[in-house]
């Protein structure tokens, strides 16, 4: 088994691979370089220097949509949500197999009173809530493309989806026990230590979603999802102002939408070749020169990832350190407790 697991993750970092070098020739198949160092040439600075700042404050509202969804899991301080979200930035910008959601959640539950399993489900919570934030946006740009009815359509089932399971996970919520039954009853077949394990991997789940429970809480969650991808809008439109691009002003979230389709086509870290492909092919569409498309795309990724990467390192292997070391020894002080 473990060497099955082996071959399917070396599959998957060469497939990853393999996609991001043809995704990169894609992107720059015939161009003109010349072209490219006179576009970058010309690039403003100070509006890409603010991204920067504007990116500091997205992981600062990262890290309070985190510290909210665990609130009813135990008390988090913003330092370690913010600490443990670097530690995810900076993990799938160096690591294979975007590795960085494993390493937040591990670090949630190292550094807090939530189980392995919650801060999953937590993370879940929330990449349901930067989809349907999407898919508000697809519907709310619909209009403008070329196939708005089956676009809008789209958006509409897409955000029905994501409600039911928003209900079901409530219900699973509200109802642990018979959740759990169910996963029994389901699992039963395949032998008692599995059966077992489900049945106690989902309770941990279940208690991931406890912040479905509170209105409030979700609905500040939501709120701190559309500020979050918000500053992230203003970054799109910071690109165009530094490289002069006149442009209609919903290419900015057309633009983010095909960034974050990048984002979910396996690839080398950081997104090498999937965000350079789709971030220049979306700006393409706009009828910008394949120059000045592969410019922004090259611009844009450095300043996303290399500014972040070297600062946050040190901070973030402290950190990491710290909370494995912690967790160790919870872990070994009771068993050493004398009894009685």
């Not at 072209?35 to 690039?43: G, I, K, Y």
């Not at 089932?157 to 994501?162: E, K």
């Not at 919520?173 to 077992?196: C, E, I, M, Y």
């Not at 490289?243 to 870290?269: C, E, T």
Request: glycine residues 6%; hydrophobic residues 55%.
């Amino acid at each position: 088994m473990a060497g099955r697991q082996g071959m399917m993750r070396v599959l998957y970092a060469t497939t990853s691979l393999a996609i991001s070098g043809l995704l990169l020739y894609l992107t720059f198949r015939g161009i003109d370089f010349a072209a490219v160092q006179a576009s970058l040439a010309r690039a403003k600075w100070a509006p890409l220097a603010v991204c920067l700042l504007v990116q500091a404050v997205s992981f600062w509202l990262a890290a309070l949509r985190s510290r909210e969804l665990l609130r009813p899991l135990g008390l988090y301080r913003i330092r370690d949500t913010l600490r443990a979200f670097l530690a995810y930035v900076v993990a799938n910008n160096i690591l294979p197999l975007r590795l960085g959601e494993l390493v937040r959640a591990d670090l949630l539950a190292r550094c807090g009173d939530a189980s392995l399993a919650s801060s999953i489900v937590v993370l879940g919570i929330e990449r349901m809530l930067d989809l349907l934030f999407l898919v508000v946006l697809f519907a709310a740009v619909a209009p403008y493309s070329a196939g708005e009815v089956n676009a809008g359509y789209t958006a509409i089932s897409l955000i029905v989806v994501l409600v039911s399971v928003t209900l079901l996970g409530r219900w699973a919520v509200d109802h642990k026990a018979s959740f759990q039954t169910v996963v029994r009853n389901v699992a039963s077949p395949f032998g008692h230590w599995l059966r077992d394990a489900l049945v106690r991997w989902s309770g941990q789940a279940i208690e991931g979603l406890s912040v479905l429970r509170s209105g409030r809480l979700f609905s500040k969650s939501a709120v701190l999802t559309a500020l979050y991808w918000g500053t992230m809008l203003v970054n799109v439109y910071l690109w165009f102002v530094a490289f002069d691009l006149q442009l209609p002003w919903y290419a900015v979230p057309i633009v983010l939408l095909f960034v974050s389709i990048g984002h979910l086509i396996p690839s080398a870290p950081s997104g090498v070749g999937t965000y350079h492909f789709f971030c220049a092919a979306s700006l393409r569409v706009f009828g910008v020169d394949q120059a000045t498309a592969a410019s922004v795309s090259l611009v844009s990724h450095a300043i996303t990832v290399v500014p972040v990467t070297i600062v946050s390192m040190p901070f973030v292997l402290r950190f990491v350190s710290a909370a494995w070391r912690s967790r160790d020894r919870a872990s070994v002080e009771p068993a050493a407790r004398p009894a009685g």
